[in-house]
């Protein structure tokens, strides 16, 4: 079976799964369990991370479920391989953290190093995932290497929240109003944020 990079994609083929705090308890949860998380991240506590990131996110989950996407608000290790198990959804965007100190990408319950993540993906799987996390390269080498049939992608490393959370905003508008194939799909929305 052919990876699906010549397939056009609709919002009803994505899921939209969040590995980062949407609430002020898993915001206190994840800076209680992490010194060096992503919550930690944000020295003004709940009232700056409200701001500049719940706010934006709350509005993407918005849009993703008005246009049909999937969501999955809390992704942990143990939900994880969810979001690979529907084949009418082959399209996942994955937002979490990447801890480069560790090689883990951090989701709502704690690190998931790189084997146990590359584990919940299905051998099977030939769909897209897109991480919404800064810089998980070594994390995209070994799903490149170990999951051949998936091709695997993220937002740039130099991105913030508000750029991100806008970025995939416009990208569902393009898959839900043109015929495009997701990797047309981002290609137009890259160059639009880049002009």
């Not at 993703?64 to 082959?90: H, K, N, Q, Y």
């Not at 951090?106 to 993906?121: M, T, Y």
């Not at 991105?159 to 290609?187: D, H, K, N």
Request: aromatic share 10%; hydrophobic share 40%.
């Amino acid at each position: 079976m052919e990876i699906m990079t010549r397939e056009i994609v609709t919002p009803r083929q994505c899921t939209l799964g969040i590995g980062i705090p949407t609430s002020e308890s898993d915001f206190a949860a994840a800076v209680k369990r992490s010194s060096a998380g992503f919550a930690s991240m944000y020295v003004g506590g709940w009232p700056q991370y409200s701001n500049e990131v719940v706010r934006d996110l709350a509005s993407l989950m918005n849009t993703a479920e008005r246009r049909g996407i999937r969501l999955r608000r809390t992704v942990t290790r143990r939900t994880l391989s969810d979001l690979f198990a529907d084949p009418l959804r082959p399209v996942v965007f994955i937002v979490g953290h990447w801890d480069k100190d560790v090689w883990a990408i951090e989701l709502s319950d704690g690190l998931v190093p790189i084997h146990d993540f590359v584990a919940a993906v299905p051998d099977s799987f030939r769909g897209i995932i897109d991480f919404c996390a800064c810089d998980p390269e070594p994390l995209m080498a070994v799903l490149r290497r170990d999951r051949t049939r998936c091709v695997v992608r993220h937002t740039s490393r130099d991105s913030t929240p508000y750029v991100w959370t806008a970025f995939y905003s416009v990208l569902i508008g393009v898959l839900a109003s043109e015929s495009r194939t997701y990797l047309q799909a981002v290609e137009e929305v890259v160059e639009a944020f880049t002009k």
